[in-house]
């Protein structure tokens, strides 16, 4: 049973950074894919960031909200992957969850088969 629980999110101010995490756990052989993703209300869920694990050289993707502002890292080890979000504003305002996929780079929530319960990030204006 694969098992994703994110932590990190908050209450920041316009401005302001937060570092999500993503830790997995369970049994997942070969390479998989791992991305943030993002719900606001009333909005459908869309697609941060993400990161290829074991193999394809851990490439990082970027959703047009994410890019110049985010950074993906994964720490194989630890089994973790980690969002640093930065200027973030209140339009970042949702729920972020972390999901894995088999699928390399995949960038629709569709091609995702496990996701977390979501942290909430809220940006103060």
């Known amino acids: 049973q694969v098992q994703v629980v994110e932590s990190g999110g908050g209450l920041v101010q316009t401005g302001g950074s937060l570092t999500l995490s993503c830790a997995v756990s369970?049994?997942?052989?070969?390479?998989?894919?791992v991305a943030w993703m993002r719900q606001a209300p009333g909005k459908e869920r869309e697609f941060v960031a993400a990161?290829?694990?074991?193999?394809?050289?851990?490439?990082?993707l970027y959703g047009d909200s994410a890019r110049g502002r985010s950074t993906i890292s994964r720490d194989d080890g630890m089994n973790t992957v980690e969002l640093e979000m930065n200027s973030l504003k209140p339009e970042d305002t949702a729920v972020y969850y972390c999901?894995?996929?088999?699928?390399?780079?995949?960038?629709?929530?569709?091609?995702?088969?496990?996701w977390g319960q979501g942290t909430q990030v809220t940006v103060s204006s």
């Open positions: 999901a894995i996929s088999r699928t390399y780079s995949a960038t629709r929530p569709s091609d995702y088969d496990y």
């Open positions: 369970g049994r997942i052989s070969g390479a998989y894919t």
């Open positions: 990161v290829a694990v074991r193999g394809s050289g851990g490439a990082a």
